[in-house]
């Protein structure tokens, strides 16, 4: 087997692992979004439940500003989520691309370790 061979498969071993740990980071990032989204949710719904009787924030205005900053803030962490989601959909196609170079390396490599035995196996039925 070639010192070559081999290292191109590390190389692609490599790549691949360079993206799962890309993916992983995004996957971070993703369930931190989502949370953020969770927590806005859970903050309207106790709102809604404690507005019931507030009358003065609502003669204020306090009540439609706090509203629209949580429209704004849902807007913008949707935004930042869709973004991440087409990052998350390239880097799951270059991960699939790497990962089958990666396996296609290694299978090169067995391969040729195989035929080496062999070939060490015959000429020492020879001799």
């Known amino acids: 087997m070639s010192k070559a061979l081999q290292d191109v498969s590390s190389v692609m071993d490599a790549m691949?692992?360079?993206r799962v740990s890309g993916l992983q980071r995004l996957i971070l990032q993703e369930a931190k979004l989502r949370d953020n989204l969770r927590r806005l949710d859970d903050m309207r719904e106790?709102?809604?439940e404690l507005a019931l009787d507030d009358?003065?924030?609502r003669a204020l205005g306090a009540d439609l500003l706090w509203q629209g900053w949580l429209m704004r803030?849902?807007?913008e962490i949707n935004m930042q989520l869709a973004n991440l989601m087409v990052?998350?959909?390239a880097l799951i196609d270059a991960l699939r691309l790497a990962f089958g170079r990666s396996?296609?390396?290694a299978t090169l490599v067995t391969?040729?370790?195989n035929e080496a035995q062999a070939k060490r196996n015959k000429a020492s039925d020879r001799d």
């Open 73 to 75: 803030q849902r807007s």
């Open 87 to 89: 990052q998350k959909a």
């Open 111 to 113: 391969n040729a370790r």
């Open 55 to 57: 009358h003065a924030m």
């Open 16 to 18: 691949y692992q360079s």
């Open 46 to 48: 106790t709102r809604a």
């Open 103 to 105: 396996q296609v390396a």
